[in-house]
């Protein structure tokens, strides 16, 4: 089965500039997660979507996040205006359901770089 | 708030040695994972472990858990070069299919 897509694999911008990451998740995976991979540290998670509806985004900085899942499949998340601190890597990751406990299947990543 | 501690963070070893990489968490959870990571790459599946006292192994690769103790380990038999990665354990929350809660990273650097 294919992956979990994710583009661009990278971005470079300006602080307070802003970006957008795409995710396509493997067919038929009703759940859907956003990680925040800072360097030299493990994934954190910032939003989780069961088709297009939130479950948990209590991480995710909403003054500046966004993240949005049309029609229960592709998923963006937005970040506006970029910090400095936000340099990291966006993880995109699903899974067939949510309560299944077979583990997530995870996307390439986008590395963003803010200057 | 769940918490997942790795250690160590760093390791350093010679080929055909064995060694274990620890993880501590701190509330009940029913499944334990465990990643590789190698530079610039996604998380790549190792082990799902969902009940106290499984136990799997991979090639030079063995995980266990105990839910009692909140302990995983991830031991490593008669490593090899191309061991070297970043492992990572993730604890998932409860109810089932609640956030996963990643660890540091255990990075790993097997030398021949």
């Known amino acids: 089965e294919a992956g979990v897509a994710q583009s661009p694999r990278y971005k470079i911008i300006e602080k307070r500039q802003s970006v957008a990451f795409w995710c396509n998740p493997i067919?038929?995976?009703?759940?859907l997660y956003w990680y925040q991979q800072i360097l030299g540290q493990g994934p954190k998670l910032l939003i989780q979507?069961?088709?297009?509806?939130?479950?948990?985004d209590s991480q995710l900085p909403k003054d500046r996040f966004s993240a949005e899942r049309l029609k229960g499949v592709d998923s963006t998340l937005k970040i506006q205006p970029a910090k400095l601190e936000d340099s990291a890597v966006y993880l995109c990751?699903?899974?067939?359901?949510?309560?299944?406990?077979?583990?997530?299947?995870f996307g390439s990543g986008t590395r963003l770089t803010v200057v | 708030e769940l918490k997942v501690e790795q250690n160590p963070l760093f390791l350093s070893m010679q080929e055909g040695k064995n060694y274990t990489i620890y993880c501590n968490y701190s509330?009940?959870?029913?499944?334990l994972y465990w990643y590789r990571q190698d530079p610039g790459k996604s998380l790549e599946s190792l082990f799902v472990?969902?009940?106290?006292?499984a136990v799997k192994q991979e090639g030079r690769l063995m995980a266990s858990l105990d839910t009692k103790a909140r302990l995983s380990t991830l031991h490593i038999t008669a490593a090899v070069h191309d061991l070297s990665a970043t492992y990572f354990c993730?604890?998932?929350?409860?109810?089932?299919?609640?956030?996963?809660?990643f660890g540091e990273g255990t990075q790993l650097t097997v030398n021949p």
């Open positions: 993730a604890v998932g929350g409860l109810p089932a299919g609640s956030r996963l809660t």
């Open positions: 979507f069961q088709n297009n509806g939130v479950v948990d």
């Open positions: 067919s038929g995976h009703a759940t």
């Open positions: 509330t009940t959870s029913d499944r």
């Open positions: 472990l969902l009940s106290n006292g």
């Open positions: 990751a699903s899974s067939p359901l949510m309560g299944r406990r077979e583990g997530y299947t």
